[in-house]
């Protein structure tokens, strides 16, 4: 039987914030690449079929390297220059899939995603279409415009997204189709992509965890080190 569950880890970035000199998910934490820390969690998952690898153009060899070792390691491809040209990379590759199979796109940039996290958004898709991952705000966040605060949405409201973000194929296929004909396409992730292109489908929330960040900036790496520490057996 075909795979009804694929992970796709996105690493097509170069990750110009943290400054490294080259892309983020391969340098290393705990001892081992950040983008093998997010490929384990998945190949790891008794709930995941295949994992296929977004990786940065330049890189694919290191990435390959990195993900091969991993069983469920399916293909190693090829990114695009924003977020959304890797999602579409891996959708094209799934392009003869049915429509039915779950996908889950996850940031290679959090290597801490762990097992009920996965389990939560695999949980919801049973009976959904989108699902993402969120955990609360402690920080009060506003809107400025032009260096005044514009709007204060109620803080209770307020969630920060994390991945893995799951969709059915057939769901996220159609709003990227919908998204790619759009000349002012513009979104930071795939839910985006849902809400703005097929606004008529929930997007169910279930919990994250402080523990799955995105490793973004040098102090970013100085924690995750800290936390790789901790997960040492
Ligand atoms: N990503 C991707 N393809 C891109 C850009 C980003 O697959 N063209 C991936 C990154 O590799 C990362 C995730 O999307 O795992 C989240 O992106 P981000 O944290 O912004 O990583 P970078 O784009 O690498 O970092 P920066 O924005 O600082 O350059
Ligand atoms: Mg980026």
Do not use: W
């Amino acid at each position: 039987m075909a795979t009804r569950t694929v992970a796709v880890v996105l690493a097509g970035g170069v990750g110009e914030r943290m400054g490294a000199g080259r892309p983020k998910q391969l340098m290393e934490v705990g001892g081992r690449p950040i983008l093998a820390h997010a490929v384990h969690a998945f190949d790891a998952h008794p709930g995941i079929g295949e994992v296929v690898v977004v990786m940065a153009p330049g890189h694919l060899r290191e990435a390959a390297a990195i993900a091969a070792p991993f069983g469920k390691t399916a293909a190693v491809i090829e990114g695009g220059a924003t977020r959304t040209a890797s999602t579409v990379a891996a959708l094209r590759l799934l392009e003869d899939r049915p429509d039915d199979v779950r996908v889950l796109f996850h940031d290679a940039a959090r290597p801490f995603v762990d097992r009920p996290v996965i389990d939560r958004v695999l949980d919801a898709l049973d009976d959904g279409e989108a699902v993402a991952v969120g955990v609360p705000s402690s920080d009060t966040i506003v809107v400025v415009e032009d260096g005044t605060v514009a709007s204060m949405p109620p803080r209770e409201t307020l969630t920060r997204f994390q991945t893995p973000q799951g969709f059915r194929l057939g769901t996220i296929r159609k709003a990227y189709e919908l998204a790619l004909a759009d000349p002012g396409l513009r979104a930071t992730d795939d839910c985006g992509i849902v809400h703005r292109y097929l606004p008529d489908v929930p997007i169910r929330v279930v919990a994250g965890s402080e523990r799955n960040l995105k490793v973004t900036q040098p102090l970013d790496a100085v924690i995750a080190e800290h936390l790789a520490s901790e997960e040492a057996p």
